[in-house]
Nanobody, 125 residues
Framework: VQLVESGGGLVQAGGYLKLSCAAS????????IGWFRQAPGKEREGVSC????????YSPDSMAGRFTMSKDSAKNVVYLHMNDLVPEDTAVYYC???????????????????WGQGTQVTVSS
């Protein structure tokens, strides 16, 4: 299993950024996959995920409406679309596979989760 994130960078507040996670070694339909982030001095938090059970997506209330996920099964790539970015969104964003995800409010890693190397997102004010 390999996950490779890309698309991070510097963006102004209010801007848009799209992150990509290229997956290999498994099929997206077979596992839940999602995005997490970690800012300096803060705990890791879930951002968004896609369930393998029904394809449903979930994002915490603080990000719902601004952050959405999509996937291209043919390319085995998932995307995180981030709108209306604020400086508090500055963090390293990680893609993770084989996580717990449900459209009803579940988003957390599992002991078997694999992680990408992360991509830095910096939002300037």
């Amino acid at each position: 299993v390999q996950l490779v994130e890309s698309g991070g960078g510097l963006v102004q507040a209010g801007g848009y950024l799209k992150l990509s996670c290229a997956a290999s070694g498994f099929k997206l339909e077979d596992y839940a996959i999602g995005w997490f982030r970690q800012a300096p001095g803060k705990e890791r938090e879930g951002v968004s995920c896609i369930s393998s059970a029904d394809g449903g997506t979930y994002s915490p209330d603080s990000m719902a409406g601004r952050f959405t996920m999509s996937k291209d099964s043919a390319k085995n790539v998932v995307y995180l679309h981030m709108n209306d970015l604020v400086p508090e969104d500055t963090a390293v964003y990680y893609c993770a596979h084989d996580i717990y995800c449900s459209r009803y409010g579940v988003l957390r890693p599992a002991g078997s989760s694999h992680w990408g190397q992360g991509t830095q997102v910096t939002v300037s004010s």
